[in-house]
């Protein structure tokens, strides 16, 4: 590969990079002035993107933008800290790129106080940048659930059930 192409690869993949950062930008609090429509996010996301986490599946610009809407509304002082981004060295049929990115989120909900969690989300992005699928896994039950009043002793009964029936 002569120079010149090798400076243009190296430029395109600034870019799609930059793209990543900007569709993570989405999701920190207090970066949002006023409620997201489709229109502001069409740059970042595909038409068709999936988002999927333990809550929920959802398909589509307007669905995501309700989904961020809800969350910047719900959780106050939301912020993932990026702790790693892993490319996949190659890309799939589509020509799209993979990644694993590694974050640490926390956040206030009203319900329990400050939320803390790590998880990790693999991300699918076009030739042109945009989203085409994010995942993320987390674990909601030990994050979530157990820290709600109600949930937080049933399931803290059932796991203690659980450990137990293990050791017999």
Not at 37 to 60: E, M
Not at 142 to 166: D, S
Request: glycine share 8%.
């Amino acid at each position: 590969m002569d120079a010149n192409a090798e400076a243009e690869q190296t430029h395109q993949q600034d870019q799609l990079h930059q793209q990543l950062r900007q569709y993570f930008k989405l999701f920190q609090g207090g970066q949002h002035t006023k409620p997201l429509t489709s229109a502001d996010i069409a740059h970042l996301v595909h038409s068709n993107i999936v988002f999927k986490d333990p809550f929920q599946r959802i398909n589509g610009p307007d669905a995501l933008c309700r989904l961020l809407n809800h969350f910047h509304q719900s959780v106050t002082d939301a912020r993932f800290l990026i702790e790693a981004v892993f490319e996949h060295p190659e890309h799939d049929k589509l020509h799209n790129r993979h990644y694993l990115v590694k974050w640490r989120f926390s956040g206030h909900l009203d319900t329990i106080g400050l939320w803390e969690f790590p998880g990790v989300s693999e991300i699918e992005q076009d030739e042109e940048g945009r989203i085409t699928h994010h995942t993320d896994f987390w674990d909601a039950g030990e994050h979530f659930y157990e820290k709600l009043p109600f949930f937080g002793r049933i399931t803290g009964w059932i796991k203690a059930k659980v450990a137990n029936a293990g050791k017999g």
